[in-house]
């Protein structure tokens, strides 16, 4: 099946500095990909859809300038935590559609990155 | 607005007791509706989709338009059950994207 891949798959960092996070598709082009935030015990919310080659589309309340998404390519797609606070660490995961042709596509979840913010 | 509750944080049942985990949606238009398992440790995939009306796993779910229903069912539970379940849902209308519900951990106790 599809493999989405994550790196890294945990990173410390300081306050203030800012943090890439990569999500791959493996053995399958993704147009779109998506970028969620999970905290403890809590569920999925979806942060952020990544089209390649267009600008990230956003849901409401989150910070365009703060997390910043760049799809590049139809198999890479990044996260950036800009000057990041104790309050953005999490545990981010994206996940990719298959570009199956049909009118449905299956997401394709990485492993996830967890992000601890000292 | 889209919305899927699932109303039990926490499931336990016997290896052998039938399991049933409830998720309930709102949604204004015509959905997807998808289970989601995650294991220990691993990454977040697919159980089932109300499309296919497949059984995977021993698992079934029937989408209940009246009741705004997809709760997912087995008869017997097993020990390699035990893992996070979350309901999801979808559709044309919200672009496709997935809005998850709080997710239910089951527990198969020996």
């Known amino acids: 099946g599809a493999v989405v891949s994550q790196h890294p798959s945990w990173v410390i960092c300081k306050s203030g500095t800012s943090v890439k996070i990569e999500c791959r598709s493996l053995d399958f082009q993704a147009t779109t990909m998506f970028w969620y935030r999970q905290f403890p015990k809590q569920s999925l919310m979806l942060m952020a859809t990544?089209?390649?080659?267009?600008?990230?589309?956003?849901e409401q309340g989150v910070e365009k300038d703060k997390f910043l998404i760049n799809h590049a390519s139809l198999t890479l797609s990044t996260l950036t935590v800009t000057s990041a606070h104790p309050e953005d660490s999490s545990f981010y995961i994206c996940?990719?559609?298959?570009?199956?042709?049909?009118?449905?596509?299956?997401?394709?979840f990485g492993p996830g990155t967890r992000l601890t913010v000292t | 607005a889209q919305r899927v509750t699932q109303p039990e944080k926490l499931l336990s049942v016997f290896k052998g007791a039938p399991v049933e985990l409830k998720c309930n949606y709102s949604?204004?238009?015509?959905?997807?509706l998808f289970w989601y398992v995650q294991y220990s440790r691993q990454r977040l995939q697919l159980l089932l989709r109300h499309i296919s009306r497949e059984s995977i796993k021993g698992f079934t779910a029937d989408l209940n338009k009246g009741e705004t229903s997809f709760h997912l069912k087995k008869p017997f539970a097993q020990e390699e059950d035990s893992a996070m379940y979350y309901c999801?849902?979808?559709?044309?209308?919200?672009?496709?994207?997935?809005?998850f519900g709080a997710g239910t951990i089951l527990r198969v106790k020996s």
């Open positions: 996940s990719a559609n298959e570009n199956s042709g049909s009118s449905f596509y299956e997401q394709y």
């Open positions: 999801a849902l979808s559709g044309w209308e919200y672009g496709n994207k997935l809005v």
């Open positions: 990544s089209n390649e080659g267009s600008k990230a589309t956003y």
């Open positions: 949604y204004s238009g015509s959905p997807e």
